[in-house]
């Protein structure tokens, strides 16, 4: 069964232009979450989708980031104008739901987003 | 106080040898822990769920201990596989957001 994927694995851009990050959750999974991890802190948590709505955006830092999952299949996280503290590495995950008796995060491999 | 606190390290320790980590939570109401292990620039990959007193799995025996706040990872007989960083994971308030702590890193040596 294929994991979670993201695309593409690793970006360099320059400060104030758009990039567009891609994830595919493990087929069948309602629940697909975004995190990130800069450098030297911990990973922490953007936002949550269940199907194509947003259960939780809590976490999302700004105006700047925009997260969809439209047809509740594959998500895209837009970060539009990029600033350098963006840099990091963006994980995605997806889950079953906890109605299926099994909530396990299974993570992707991350975008590694480098704004120069 | 952060939410959940780990000493990150790093654990330097020869084949063989038992290590534990200690990590601490802030929310007294969490329900829920985890140990997640990632390696180097892997994604993180779920270890072993805590969800009573502690639960055991071969080499590997996560603890919790509610009146102290604090969940334990014990690994035994240290293989050089099991050098990465473990990263304690707790719920927001039993939700599906996952708060981190920075992780502690293991390096095995033979």
């Known amino acids: 069964e294929a994991g979670v994927t993201q695309f593409p694995s690793h970006s360099v851009i320059e400060k104030g232009q758009t990039v567009t990050l891609r994830c595919d959750p493990i087929s069948g999974h309602d629940n697909l979450y975004w995190y990130r991890r800069v450098m030297g802190k911990e990973i922490k948590f953007l936002l949550h989708f269940v199907k194509e709505s947003k259960q939780d955006e809590s976490g999302m830092p700004n105006n700047r980031f925009l997260a969809e999952r439209t047809g509740g299949t594959y998500s895209t996280l837009k970060v539009q104008p990029a600033e350098l503290e963006d840099s990091g590495v963006y994980f995605c995950?997806?889950?079953?739901?906890?109605?299926?008796?099994?909530?396990?995060?299974?993570f992707g491999p991350g975008t590694r987003l480098t704004v120069l | 106080r952060k939410e959940v606190e780990q000493d990150p390290g790093p654990f330097n320790v020869p084949e063989g040898a038992t290590v534990a980590f200690n990590c601490t939570y802030s929310n007294s109401a969490s329900q829920s822990f985890f140990w997640y292990r990632q390696d180097c620039r892997k994604e993180p990959k779920l270890l072993m769920s805590?969800?009573?007193s502690g639960n055991e799995d071969g080499r590997f025996t996560a603890q919790l201990n509610r009146a102290s706040q604090y969940i334990s990872l014990l690994i035994r007989d240290s293989k050089l596989s099991d050098s990465a960083t473990y990263l304690c994971?707790?719920?927001?308030?039993?939700?599906?957001?996952?708060?981190f702590g920075t992780g502690t890193r293991l390096q095995v040596f033979p």
């Open positions: 805590v969800y009573s």
């Open positions: 995950a997806s889950s079953q739901g906890l109605t299926s008796g099994n909530n396990e995060q299974f």
């Open positions: 994971v707790v719920p927001f308030y039993n939700t599906d957001k996952l708060i």
